[in-house]
T-cell receptor, first 114, second 109 residues
Framework: DSGVTQTPKHLITATGQRVTLRCSPR?????VYWYQQSLDQGLQFLIQ???????AKGNILERFSAQQFPDLHSELNLSSLELGDSALYFC?????????????FGPGTRLTVL | GQQVMQIPQYQHVQEGEDFTTYCNSS?????IQWYKQRPGGHPVFLIQ?????EVKKQKRLTFQFGEAKKNSSLHITATQTTDVGTYFC?????????FGTGTSLTVIP
């Protein structure tokens, strides 16, 4: 158990819908990362927050957005869902230093878009 | 395009054989991490390397960071069935964070 929690574990929805994935980092970790993992794309970095501020952005679609709240939990919002958005979405957290990228992953949310 | 490449993509070994995966970045990395993901699981942090030429060992696993900080390797001595999984390197060539393409290891008993 990494100490990172993600909810829900599974999500099944229809095209065009909007969903919110939630992540609680390990106690004391200020950084939160979001990743998308699909069979043909590997682990794709979406976005990183550090203490509530966006720190780095990957190839995150405009239909996707994220935020980190004052209590450090984070949410990833996916809208206008398409079949290709079906994937495993991981959240990871990292210790307090800005200069380390050591990440502890949550169990993931499996999103299925029908 | 992908800035952190890994080879090989797949590797099948007999139990007891050695295994090596290689990671290459197109640009210098400030540090590199290695992760292991078991089938159906999530990536688990193994180690971080920071210094040029650094070598670290964890039991049967040896990790190396290249002198130019653009490549790295993970070597497993005498593989066991518990070593099965996908091994990823990861680093930050620029502002974005990249995971390598991964090497899937199968160990045949």
């Amino acid at each position: 158990d990494s100490g990172v929690t993600q909810t829900p574990k599974h999500l099944i929805t229809a095209t065009g819908q909007r969903v919110t994935l939630r992540c609680s980092p390990r106690s004391g970790d200020l950084s939160v990362y979001w990743y998308q993992q699909s069979l043909d794309q590997g682990l794709q970095f979406l976005i990183q927050y550090y203490n509530g501020e966006e720190r780095a952005k990957g190839n995150i679609l405009e239909r996707f957005s994220a935020q980190q709240f004052p209590d450090l939990h984070s949410e990833l919002n996916l809208s206008s869902l398409e079949l290709g958005d079906s994937a495993l979405y991981f959240c990871a957290s990292s210790p307090t230093s800005l200069y380390t990228d050591t990440q502890y992953f949550g169990p993931g949310t499996r999103l299925t878009v029908l | 395009g992908q800035q952190v490449m890994q080879i090989p993509q797949y590797q099948h070994v007999q139990e007891g054989e050695d295994f090596t995966t290689y990671c290459n970045s197109s640009t210098t990395l400030s540090n590199i991490q290695w992760y292991k993901q078991r089938p159906g699981g999530h990536p688990v942090f193994l180690i971080q390397l920071v210094k040029s030429g650094e070598v670290k060992k964890q039991k049967r696993l040896t990790f190396q960071f290249g002198e130019a900080k653009k490549n790295s390797s993970l070597h497993i001595t005498a593989t066991q069935t518990t070593d099965v999984g996908t091994y990823f390197c990861a680093g930050r060539p620029g502002n974005q964070f990249y995971f390598g393409t991964g090497t899937s290891l199968t160990v045949i008993p």
